[in-house]
């Protein structure tokens, strides 16, 4: 099943068309890795998900709802890990956490339950009434992952989500992410980190020039690339060295 279908989006920034005619699809039980070199659209086609962005062509849907028509029953289902963390310094950890489970309406024996987790999980116990000025980056990528899955969205999307992360933190998130994945939830993850996702995402769709220049398994990518038995940094190269 298809929980979030892009067909045939074109969108930009102003009159500057970045994204040409995009169409593909997040499956439930999916990991769907977005790569492509800087400047590629991989950007454009997230904010547009996310509604940043309004489509100039094409339709973006999440199971029944149309981005258009339904933008809050739309973006209820998604969750988003962005490369920079946003966080308020004014607020306390515990305070981000408690906004974003009001935000969603997540009873309070529920947001325990699952806090508590996630807190064990990324080692924040002692951070809960800490002020974010005073994280690491790689810590306040942990909270922005907390928030994201303190709630069930049927889609996440990642971006970067490994930049500033110790090795620790980052086998906890790909083990969360996995198990999302059995779950049936789909996850978009935007990556240059190719050797992760090579070993994590079911699929790929590699963007260069706001097109898709190739899509599919690693298998299908090592087909359409003629690499037998490349790597995906291996068709990565090939491919984007051959499409420039």
Known sequence: MNLLEIQNLSGGYD???IL?????QIKAGE???LIGPNGAGKT??????????????????MLQY???EDSLEFKKRIAYIPEVPLLYDEMTLLEHLEFVAMSHGIHRKVFEERIHKLLEIFRLSNKLHHFPNSFSKGMKQKVMI??????????YIVDEPFVGLD???TKDFIDLIKRK??????ILMCTHVLDTAEKICDRFILISSGQIEATGTLEELREYAGMKEGSLGDIYDRLVRDGE
């Open 15 to 17: 009159k500057v068309k």
């Open 31 to 33: 990991i769907l890795g």
């Open 66 to 68: 149309n981005i258009k």
């Open 146 to 155: 907390l928030c994201a899955f303190l709630y069930d969205p049927s889609v």
């Open 181 to 186: 994945r059995e779950e049936n939830k789909g």
């Open 44 to 61: 454009t086609i997230i904010k547009s998900i996310l509604g940043i962005l309004p489509p100039m062509d094409g339709e973006i849907k």
């Open 20 to 24: 040409h005619g995009l169409s593909f």
């Open 167 to 169: 090795p620790k933190a």
